[in-house]
């Protein structure tokens, strides 16, 4: 990474779970960077999401473009909860043979006067590659990051979460 970033925190999960959370987030960096490795304990499992602060209402919205080799869309959500916050997983599903990696950009997480605006990238090598953008519709600092698995499915033992702050240049 660059000498801009600094490693917070790094979890692996030790077995699997639906959730997890970094919790406490510091406030000193301008940006967040979210680094997970994506693995469910399920084959044909739908996708990852996150949520922000515990908020589990209806205060996202969202443009997902993607594709998985032979075909390519895009989807629009306005009004959403973290359960369709989706940042990997929406064209083809993950699965447990097709591990991926998902980056998520928190920007401006600090701010107490707009809203967050949050970037992700994510992929599977052998499935698919999606970008996102996505509004947090809360001036409230963000001091906690939750990603979830969906469908029934869980994230896999094993799966890494690492999360770096960007400090001021």
């Known amino acids: 990474m660059p000498s801009t970033y600094d ?12 959730s997890y959370s ?10 967040l960077v979210l680094i997970v490795g ?27 473009l993607g594709g998985n080799g032979s075909s390519a869309g895009s989807a629009r959500y306005t009004s959403i909860s973290n359960t369709s916050t989706y940042f990997t ?6 699965s447990t043979t097709d591990p991926g990696v998902s980056i998520l950009h928190f920007q401006n997480y600090r ?24 509004l947090w519709r809360s001036t409230v600092a963000i001091n906690q990051i939750t990603i979830y698995s969906q ?8 799966v890494t979460f690492t999360l770096y702050g960007i400090k001021a240049a």
Request: proline content about 1%.
């Open 7 to 18: 490693k917070i925190a790094t979890h692996t999960l030790p077995s699997a779970t639906s």
């Open 22 to 31: 970094f919790t406490s987030i510091d406030s000193t960096y301008t940006d």
């Open 38 to 64: 994506n693995t469910l304990t399920t084959v044909n499992g739908y996708a990852f999401t996150f949520g922000v602060n515990g908020d589990t209402g209806t205060n996202y919205s969202g443009t997902i």
């Open 89 to 94: 997983g929406y064209y083809s599903g993950l």
């Open 111 to 134: 701010n107490t006067t707009t809203n967050k605006t949050i970037l992700a990238r994510g992929n599977s090598a052998s499935k698919h590659v999606e970008a996102s953008v996505w």
């Open 151 to 158: 469908s029934g499915a869980n994230m896999a033992a094993g």
